[in-house]
């Protein structure tokens, strides 16, 4: 099993910057994507930006705003999130997933509230 433990999120400010961390412990070894989603209620859950092997991908919604990136530890990964809109307002789970024999096995953190609200 993969554990995963977020930090970060909270209230901000349109346009303002939070920042959020993920910490995956555990049997980490074969992890070979860690990344974002978010889910605003009422609505699925959906990608944010994912990181493997050194290629990132973002959500439209997102480019140019936020910015994933590993940590010093190859088991963390981090978000930056700028100039952020009340549309951003959602639930942030982080994403760790690992690819055996041909299926993917996805682990998710608890989830951190961001709000965006004046």
């Known amino acids: 099993q993969v554990q995963l433990v977020e930090s970060g999120g909270g209230l901000v400010q349109p346009g303002g910057s939070l920042a959020l961390s993920c910490t995956a412990s555990?049997?980490?070894?074969?992890?070979?994507?860690m990344g974002w989603y978010r889910q605003a209620p009422g609505k699925a859950r959906e990608l944010v930006a994912t990181?493997?092997?050194?290629?990132?991908n973002y959500a439209d919604s997102v480019k140019g705003r936020f910015t994933i990136s590993r940590g010093n530890a190859r088991n963390t990964v981090n978000l930056q999130m700028n100039s952020l809109k009340p549309e951003d307002t959602a639930v942030y789970y982080c994403?760790?997933?690992?690819?055996?024999?041909?299926?993917?096995?996805?682990?998710w953190g608890q989830g951190t509230q961001v709000t965006v609200s004046p």
């Open positions: 994403n760790a997933a690992r690819f055996e024999l041909g299926r993917k096995f996805d682990f």
């Open positions: 555990g049997s980490i070894f074969g992890i070979s994507v």
């Open positions: 990181f493997t092997s050194g290629a990132t």
